[in-house]
T-cell receptor
Framework: AQKVTQAQTEISVVEKEDVTLDCVYE???????LFWYKQPPSGELVFLIR??????QNEISGRYSWNFQKSTSSFNFTITASQVVDSAVYFC??????????FGQGTTLQVKP | KAGVTQTPRYLIKTRGQQVTLSCSPI?????VSWYQQTPGQGLQFLFE???????NKGNFPGRFSGRQFSNSRSEMNVSTLELGDSALYLC???????????????FGPGTRLTVL
């Protein structure tokens, strides 16, 4: 069965600190996709990144970076030099070819000035 | 390019009533998915429509239904509302294709449903 686990319910950091959000997934398929979404207080889910199961290359986009490791079934997300505007709920999600997204429970990140 | 729009944004209903929520996808997107978000259960997949056909369905009772129109706009309906149906209902659209190439889902702002 598919499952996504975000063990960190809430994280609080001070601005400019680096923070890593953990995501562990379970799937029996060899082809799947992993995602991170951000949900600010307004409620809309904002797409951040997609990674497919055949591409383990890490990715960096500005202050954001993602570490995908199939060996440990993890897809962790790091924010470098966090800012107050990064405060939000972050969701990791998994999808097989059905297109249905399986979400983790989310990690609430609070960045204090 | 306009994003995904959902109407209404807020809704208050009483138990036993029914409700219809609407979603307009991004222009050119043919797939629309619906999700329910609650504090207890998190984000859960309801169903997906592609070319007016339900392509995938989550584990929700039959009181939850949906449809998609020829212009890709979608509606979801919940009949005989229960208190537990209070949630944020999110709609997402994607390009999708019959070949199932995966495309990102872009979400709307959601409809906040409160059942009293």
């Amino acid at each position: 069965a598919q499952k996504v686990t975000q063990a960190q319910t809430e994280i609080s950091v001070v601005e400019k600190e680096d923070v890593t959000l953990d995501c562990v997934y379970e799937t029996r398929d060899t082809t799947y996709y992993l995602f991170w979404y951000k949900q600010p207080p307004s409620g809309e889910l904002v797409f951040l990144i997609r990674r497919n199961s055949f591409d383990e290359q890490n990715e960096i986009s500005g202050r954001y970076s993602w570490n995908f490791q199939k060996s440990t079934s993890s897809f962790n997300f790091t924010i470098t030099a966090s800012q107050v505007v990064d405060s939000a709920v972050y969701f990791c999600a998994l999808s097989e070819l059905t297109g249905k997204l399986i979400f983790g429970q989310g990690t609430t990140l609070q960045v204090k000035p | 390019k306009a994003g995904v729009t959902q109407t209404p944004r807020y809704l208050i209903k009483t138990r036993g009533q029914q409700v219809t929520l609407s979603c307009s996808p991004i222009s050119g997107h043919r797939s629309v998915s619906w999700y329910q978000q609650t504090p207890g259960q998190g984000l859960q997949f309801l169903f997906e429509y592609f070319s007016e056909t339900q392509r995938n369905k989550g584990n929700f009772p039959g009181r939850f239904s949906g449809r998609q129109f020829s212009n890709s706009r979608s509606e979801m309906n919940v009949s005989t509302l229960e208190l537990g149906d209070s949630a944020l209902y999110l709609c997402a659209s994607s390009l999708a294709s019959l070949a199932r190439d995966y495309n990102e889902q872009f979400f709307g702002p959601g409809t906040r449903l409160t059942v009293l």
